[in-house]
């Protein structure tokens, strides 16, 4: 490998020729050259007096291509450079670039903490090496560390969008979620609810949380303030040296109809541990509520995408009581939560909520009792079911969770749980085959002008217990559904095999095997409380010791979206591919 060395102070575009003077002579006999290179670094400038965190960015464009960049401080590295950003203003400045590989994007980014070294002066370099193996040092620089000044927090807002980039004003309705992330050198002024919790702990407390001081103001008011803590790798590649990066999302789901239509301001003021605070940033957008936007909003939580609703015998005769549940019988829940939003306030709120598969109703939350069984010929609404010592067809569940997210509505989200009992041997007598379905949940608001509407719908597998063995179940709680991960991640979830144990989970990323957890271990099976809490009626003592946790080096593979398939296997030698989900990973390139 060859080094070549430059030590340049660029303060605007620089184009580097290397190599020789000409890689050939066209028919014409004009000598083209063998490499040009376009390079900016836009922060710091030559001479910048710095403090906190020190961003360094810019944008490199070579035909060579570029395979990575390191940041120097004072000759050292430091660490890599997220490179391949994307720069709109840079490809419109050189839309024709002579021999620039495809796809490639041409921004870099990084920082450094100011506190790693000492007041005065200190030299910045960034070492490209290029697809060839080259590698040449650029952009250096002299800048001033000052670390008496405290930084105020740094940060940005995704949601809405920025006019002056995407031309317009975003128009927003109904429940919006305000996004964006916000990063401090000391660290973001924050607070566990309630006092003396512990919000970091796995598995999490219930109804402990981390209140951040990141205020949410719209036309200048403060509104409320934002769930703090949220994943953001991104941010953790662009700050490396920030530990809290990987944690810097913050979110407000602002509801809309708190205000009139039209035109307003949303900002966001973030305060650090030393008591400084800085508007992070703050956007224009036009509010848009009508009859059509203010619908209700909720999800099906319990089950998964493409999960499995069991019966425990396939073949059994229609029970002679004719009720939908046969306490022998395996019994699936649906579980989840629905929240109303309307401009009327005599009309906020949910009525009632319906279960359907394949669009026919099979179970709602509002029927009065036992006797309207024979008239509706569905299961009757919120009943007492002995076996779980739980109501079941019922709205109006507490979720802690829901309120913490939504607690502009108070009670209506602290109860907007719903709870569903399925029974799948009286849906296949019903006429319901085996094999692919699709459930979903339905809601009428108290509006009486304003019809049901499905607010969640995902597909589901009724399946029969032919082998005699009733397959593994549970649920992957971490990650999301498309989460961005980096580094190594954990996956966090709780699976049950009540007929035989589970004796081995194996964790596939896009079909091939990345790992496997072996029961017994100290990382299956594990001691999970909150799960029996959550779901009272699950068989002991397999409500209790069903937890996992499986530690997932995403660096393996390269960015972007990626299938995770969980298999679980019993004693007895059956398996089963209980959890199939796509994530997407983003890794510093």
Sequence with gaps: MRKTYQSLVIVGVCLLVAAAAFAGINPRGIGQPAVQTVFRVDTPAEGQTVFGIVQVKGFILDPRGVSMITLLVDGAEVHDVDIDQPRDDVRRKYPGFRGEPFPFDPGFTTSFLATNYTSGAHTIALEVTYNDSIVETLGERT?????????????????????????????????????????????????????????????????????????????????????????????????????????????????????????????????????????????????????????????????????????????????????????????????????????????????????????????????????????????????????????????????????????????????????????????????????????????????????????????????????????????????????????????RGWVIDHNNGIKRLNFYVDGILDGTLVHPGPYVMMLRMDVEQKYPWLPYPWSRYNGFEYQLDTTRYVDGIHQLVIESVDYVGFHNYWVQRPLRFNNPN
């Design 143 to 491: 800048v001033t560390v000052d670390n008496s000044v405290n930084q105020a927090p740094i940060g940005a807002m995704d949601s809405p969008r920025d006019p002056a980039i995407f031309g317009q004003q975003d128009i927003i309705s109904g429940i919006y979620p305000i996004t964006g992330w916000a990063l401090d050198d000391t660290g973001v002024r924050k607070v566990e609810i309630p006092t003396g919790c512990n919000p970091d702990l796995v598995p999490p407390v219930a109804g402990c949380h981390w209140a951040a001081d990141i205020e949410v103001m719209v036309d200048g008011r403060v509104v409320g303030q934002a769930l703090y803590w949220l994943p953001r790798p991104d941010i953790s590649n662009a700050y490396p040296d920030v530990a809290a990066a990987i944690k810097s999302g913050w979110q407000v789901n602002l509801d809309t109809t708190n205000f009139v239509n039209g035109d307003h301001d949303v900002a966001v003021r973030v305060w650090d541990t030393q008591g400084m605070n800085r508007v992070i940033a703050s956007r224009r957008y036009w509010i848009d509520n009508n009859y059509a936007t203010l619908r209700p909003v909720g999800r099906i939580d319990w089950p998964m995408n493409n999960g499995h609703l069991y019966s425990s015998s396939c073949y059994s005769p229609v029970p002679i009581s004719g009720l939908p549940y046969d306490p022998t019988h395996h019994i699936d829940w649906v579980s989840g939560w629905v929240l109303d939003q309307n401009d009327i306030l005599r009309f906020t709120g949910v009525k009632y909520v319906e279960l359907l598969l394949d669009g026919a109703l099979i179970a709602k939350t509002n029927i009065p009792g036992p006797t309207s069984q024979t008239a509706t010929g569905l299961p009757y609404g919120c009943f007492y079911f002995g076996p779980w010592y739980q109501e079941v067809n019922c709205y109006g569940k507490e979720r802690m969770d829901v309120e913490y997210r939504y607690p502009q509505f108070g009670a209506d989200a602290k109860y907007a749980g719903f709870l569903f009992a399925v029974d799948v041997d009286d849906l296949l007598n019903l006429g319901f085959h085996r094999g692919l379905h699709y459930l979903a949940i339905r809601a009428g608001s108290m509006d009486p002008t304003r019809p049901a509407e499905i607010i969640d719908q995902i597909p589901v597998i009724l399946d029969c217990n032919d082998e005699a063995d009733e397959p593994s179940y549970g649920d992957l709680e971490i990650p999301e559904e498309l989460r961005d991960m980096r580094g190594t991640e954990l996956l």
